[in-house]
């Protein structure tokens, strides 16, 4: 058994160089070690008790989880001043966000900030056993968009479209063009000269409805069916609506044309498939709990929507606060610490949510000193809920 020794090289005189190299060598060790190493918290039921300790249950169950993982385009050092350089490289950002959703074992994936679906995302995600369905934001400077990933072996993909939200532009448009249609035309100098100003006006007046707007966000849904231990579909939604808080009125635009288009998605798929399907609406809402956009995706009710036509066509219940209250935060950074992401379901006696993903509080060691850090790769912290379908009777 001790025949190996005499394999073993002989022993090398220790020397300046040689002292050296180890040092080069362990360094070269320590700079392999990953800048991030992801907090991946718990799921909980709703009831408090440990997730696996729930009895087996004959309904349907699957895992959604919401993640805005913060676009590599947006990470530069003078943005996040906060947070450790080594961070903030797309390696250690990429392999940790990676590390993150391979920990948490969702059967669907709503991911916003999406900028590497074709380089990074997609391929590695197939490796773990995900098909994937993509949006990027329209225009030429916004490279990010909202992604869904999900398990062929859970849920097969039926249908999906695409939710542009510059479309309100379009609605305006047509609807400037039927008033002028009423009226006399114009001569064709005069229409250069005011195609002319209108390139100017577009470019930056907030005051014309053509300009505000126009955000470039986008949206995606899908129906799903779902055919153990029975069949069933599910619609899955993911957006990222505007952020910029002076333009309320925008956001709020956005969540009554994200539910119109839902809604009529809704009947399609009830009409098409004969069935009534689970709705669910994951995303970056960019609103905080309570406020008009808030509202109006939770209620519906009239002094939410006062700026909107008619009540929202889709009653929404937030997963979180069903099952015991919103999270102090989903986005942490030394400028905004708040809720922003949500996961909305569409109540019915077939679904309930039975638990959630635990979050961190303000004074947990692993959100001390703001996001991106060591422990998140991204700004906002990853949120998910585990539903259960019942068989319809």
């Known amino acids: 058994m001790f025949s190996t020794l005499h394999h073993l090289p002989r022993p090398i005189p220790p020397s300046f160089t040689s002292c050296r190299v180890c040092r080069k060598i362990v360094s070269k060790r320590m700079s392999t070690n990953p800048p991030i190493e992801p907090k991946v918290r718990k799921f909980e039921s709703v009831e408090g008790a440990d997730v696996s300790s729930r009895r087996n249950s004959d309904g349907i169950r699957f895992r959604l989880v919401s993640y805005n993982i913060l676009a590599q385009v947006y990470v530069k050092s003078s943005l996040l001043p906060h947070s450790p350089p080594a961070c903030l490289k797309w390696k250690a950002r990429s392999h940790a966000i990676f590390s993150v959703l391979k920990n948490l074992q969702a059967d669907f994936f709503c991911l916003q900030e999406v900028d590497e679906y074709d380089s990074f995302y997609r391929s590695n995600m197939d490796s773990l056993g ?183 066509p889709i009653p929404l219940s937030s997963v979180y606060e069903v099952a015991r209250g919103e999270p102090k935060f989903t986005n942490c950074t030394p400028g905004f610490t708040n809720t922003l992401d949500y996961i909305f379901f569409s109540p019915s006696n077939l679904i309930k949510p039975v638990s959630i993903l635990q979050l961190p509080e303000p004074e947990s060691p692993d959100v001390v000193g703001f996001l991106p850090n060591h422990h998140h790769p991204s700004d906002h912290l990853p949120i998910g809920a585990e539903f259960e379908i019942s068989r319809q009777e």
């Open 130 to 312: 995900y098909s994937g369905i993509y949006i990027q934001r329209t225009g030429q400077r916004k490279r990010d968009g909202c992604a869904i990933f999900y398990k062929p072996s859970c849920a097969e993909l039926v249908r999906k479209e695409r939710i542009e939200y510059n479309d309100l532009v379009d609605s305006i448009k047509a609807d400037n063009v039927s008033c002028s249609e009423k009226k006399n035309e114009i001569s064709n100098e005069v229409k250069g000269n005011q195609k002319a100003k209108d390139s100017q006006k577009e470019s930056r007046d907030l005051n014309d409805p053509l300009v505000r707007l126009k955000r470039d966000c986008v949206g995606i849904m899908a129906a799903f069916r779902i055919n153990k231990p029975f069949q069933h579909i599910v619609i899955v939604a993911n957006t990222h609506l505007y952020w910029d808080p002076e333009l309320a009125d925008v956001k709020l635009a956005q969540a009554n044309y994200l539910l119109s288009r839902l809604a009529q998605f809704k009947t399609l798929i009830s009409e098409e498939f004969e069935c009534t399907p689970s709705l669910l609406l994951a995303g970056d809402f960019n609103s905080i709990p309570g406020d008009k956009v808030y509202s109006y995706l939770v209620s519906g009710n009239a002094k939410a929507a006062e700026t909107i036509q008619g009540e929202a």
